[in-house]
């Protein structure tokens, strides 16, 4: 009997060593030195086209960040590909099981559980940009994986300045339940995008599942896609036909037609993540294109499109804990993917599935 626990103590405490001796700590990974000129110099040295995976709804959805992007540095190759961010992860990890690639090189997603369980598979390439240690601290992957863009904030409410007086605009999302909001909401399905699904949650969790049922009695017009909300409200603006007046799962900028309020309750935000992939070819490329995201030129025009910088030190940056936004807790959601899954049925058992369209095809 001693024997054999001496011998299993032995082979447990060999297995623990023969683990020890694999595992290699990292190197500290350095902050970029060089400027964008000199990453762009050594970019293109590299040969191809940098293939980015964006996540987005609209097909010109940040279609002026690419242009941006091109004209900045003319002599480098850039093809964004903008898709449903569950489908970009869809794809990327189906090529990597078929053929151990990617297929591309740097990815902006909303999937942000993807990306520590890339990191655990190890296929992300660590690096930290020029302006790493600007980023807010609270946002930072330790491992410098991936990097924090930008902070998207959603659930705002959206309405028709012809349709709607500004004085009329409902303070939390229990008022959308009253009778005058029948037939005048258009809102993206919860069970088709997380972003929704949390912004949906949160409100049950405030007003209690049966919000939802009294807002079913509403009549609301459901679509796929968050910036399918606004544009169904422009043109609703000038078309006495259409009752369509108001939404709060759109996160489009305002213009003559449509204005924006911030509601009372709790709204969602999240960091933005950006990678670059180890499999990629053109790491320097990559390089230049995360670098000149966190640049102030790209910070500034996200902040006026309604977005807050990941960056500390930029003139004109939203508080990224201001009016009930807390950018951690949709990431924190986003990783249980069991309650995500829960939820989802829930919403489809009331609402049915998703009808329609991919947002990126449909026309709207």
């Known amino acids: 009997m001693r024997t054999a626990l001496l011998s299993s103590a032995l082979l447990s405490f060999a297995t623990v060593a023969s683990a020890f001796d694999l595992w290699v700590p990292q190197a500290p990974v350095p902050v970029e030195s060089r400027t964008l000129d000199e990453i762009y110099a050594a970019a293109k040295q590299e040969h191809g086209t940098l293939q980015v995976a964006w996540g987005g709804d609209e097909p010109g959805f940040n279609a002026d960040i ?15 590909t903008v898709d449903l961010s569950k489908y970009h992860d869809s794809r990327i990890d ?3 099981v078929e053929t151990g690639k990617e297929n591309i090189d740097v990815v902006v997603l909303q999937t942000v559980q993807d990306f520590p369980r890339w990191n655990l598979e190890e296929r992300l390439l660590p690096y930290k940009v020029s302006n790493w240690d600007s980023i807010l601290p609270y946002l930072k992957d330790e491992s410098a994986a991936f990097t924090p863009l930008w902070i998207y904030t959603f659930g705002n409410f959206y309405y028709s300045t012809s349709k709607v007086a500004a004085s009329d605009v409902p303070t939390t999302y229990a008022d959308f339940l009253d009778p005058k909001w029948k037939n005048k909401l258009v809102l ?4 088709d995008d997380d972003a929704v699904n949390y912004l949906f949650s949160t409100i049950i969790k405030n007003h209690g599942w049966q919000w939802l049922d009294g807002l079913v009695k509403q009549n609301v017009t459901w679509v796929r896609g968050t910036g399918t909300p606004h544009t169904l409200l422009e043109r609703s603006s000038n078309n ?14 305002v213009d003559a037609s449509v204005a924006m309020a911030t509601p009372n309750d709790e709204v969602v935000s ?20 995360l670098n000149y995201m966190l640049s102030n030129d790209i910070q500034s025009t996200m902040i006026r499109e309604g977005s807050v910088s990941a960056l500390q030190n930029i003139s004109g940056n939203g508080n990224p804990f201001a009016s009930g936004k807390n950018p951690l807790r949709f990431t924190t959601f986003a990783e249980d993917r069991q309650l995500v899954d829960y939820l989802k049925l829930q919403f489809e058992t009331t609402l049915g599935p998703p009808q329609g369209l991919s947002p990126l095809i449909d026309g709207i």
């Open 66 to 80: 690419f242009a941006a992007f091109r004209s900045r540095f003319p002599a480098v190759k850039l093809n964004a």
């Open 94 to 96: 189906r090529s990597f």
């Open 188 to 191: 993206t399905y919860p069970n």
């Open 240 to 253: 006495t036909q259409s009752n369509l007046a108001i939404t709060f799962t759109t996160f489009a900028p």
């Open 270 to 289: 999240w960091a933005q993540p950006g990678g670059i992939f180890k499999s990629t070819s053109m790491p320097e490329t990559a390089k230049l294109f």
